[in-house]
């Protein structure tokens, strides 16, 4: 009898471990390890490799391992403009390009980097950065694009090899290496110079072979391009900052469990909350450091800054003219954090 008994209960157990076996099968595949891709074209020496380094190594920590970011710094993966256009097709879940890139996808993004547009003071008071992130994504989102928020990177200014800008003359006719993006490209011709587009990784031969002029850049750029390229910088103060746009593939991030999902939605926004106060900082070690080095970085006087401030409100006036829905709604946006 104990035989039989012995036996039977091997058969239920057999049984029920069978079942308990397929139950578990499907948790455990949830709980295979997601990959998230990450990438930019950041230069592995500049300062913001490092903050986008220890957001992904947040993200792991958080998580417990359940999603494991791999980064992609100097476009070793992805230009950032492919990037971009890669977002939706499981290649790349997280980009962060300069805002000019969205242009490229939605005209309308480019008032983001119209010439005064936005200041420090404003993108530091709370909410900023992530206001402006929802703004940008309902021109973004039908492509399947959300902006998490806007990053901040650096002033930018103008590098030569031989002579500082003592007036905005000093740009007739010149070839000025810009980010990209129609706004600054446009710019560039209200002040008499001649946009050029290209990679991060062609200014110094560029400029040492004559094929352009000058570089507007920021002081992380001009670390990239060298002083022995360039050792002169002129700044038009507070004529561009630029940012960096927080991208992620919306499908991916709502398809996540709910309680991933959530952490990397609270991980990104602490790092945009905090990033503005913190990327000063660098911005501002990174041209003392140059200057220490031996490079020479001056500002225009108060006179010339505000032909540069004119001839910029044009082009603004021509693009608020051609976009004037966005430009209200940008205004509105922008409201609550404008100085008073």
């Known amino acids: 009898m104990s035989l039989k008994l012995g036996g039977y209960a091997l058969q239920v157990a057999a049984a029920l471990g069978f079942v308990f076996g397929a139950t578990l099968l499907p948790v455990q595949a949830q709980h295979k390890p997601i990959e998230m891709i990450l990438t930019d074209e950041l230069a592995t020496s500049h300062w913001s490799t490092k903050i986008i380094d220890n957001y992904a190594k947040t993200i792991q920590e958080r998580t417990g391992g359940r999603i494991v970011p791999k980064v992609f710094h100097a476009g070793t993966l992805y230009k950032d403009q492919d990037a971009v256009g890669a ?26 980097s ?54 905005i003359d000093d740009m007739e006719g010149k070839k000025i290496r810009v980010t990209g993006g129609r706004v600054l490209q446009q710019l560039m011709r209200e002040f008499g ?28 750029g001009w670390e990239i391009v060298g002083l022995s390229a360039a050792p002169k910088a002129t ?9 960096y746009a927080v991208l992620v593939d ?20 602490e790092l945009i909350q905090n990033n503005w106060p913190t990327a000063m900082e660098h911005d501002k070690e990174t041209l003392q450091r140059l200057i220490k080095a031996g490079g020479e970085y001056r500002e225009v ?10 001839a ?14 966005v430009w209200a709604k940008f205004q509105e946006t922008i409201k609550p954090f404008a100085s008073k």
């Open 193 to 220: 110079a001649s946009p050029i587009s290209m990679s991060a990784a062609e200014m110094a031969p560029a400029m040492v072979q004559g094929a352009i002029d000058g570089i507007f850049t920021s002081s992380g």
């Open 312 to 325: 910029a409100m044009e082009a603004n006036a021509e693009w608020t003219e051609d976009n004037s829905e």
């Open 301 to 310: 006087s108060a006179e010339a800054r505000e032909a540069f401030r004119a």
């Open 235 to 243: 700044s038009v103060p507070g004529l561009s900052l630029v940012t």
């Open 114 to 167: 119209l010439p005064f547009a936005i200041t420090d003071e404003m993108m530091m008071k709370p909410g900023a950065p992530e206001a402006l992130g929802k703004f940008l994504s309902s021109y973004v989102e039908d492509k399947g694009i959300r902006v998490m928020g806007l990053a901040r990177t650096a002033d930018l200014f103008f590098l030569f090899r031989d002579d500082f800008v003592e007036s």
């Open 87 to 112: 977002l939706g097709s499981g290649a790349v879940h997280m980009v962060w390009p300069v805002a000019v890139r969205l242009e490229t996808i939605a005209r309308e993004t480019g008032v983001i």
């Open 250 to 269: 919306d499908k991916w991030l709502k398809n996540l469990p709910e309680d991933l999902r959530k952490i990397v939605e609270d991980t990104t926004m």
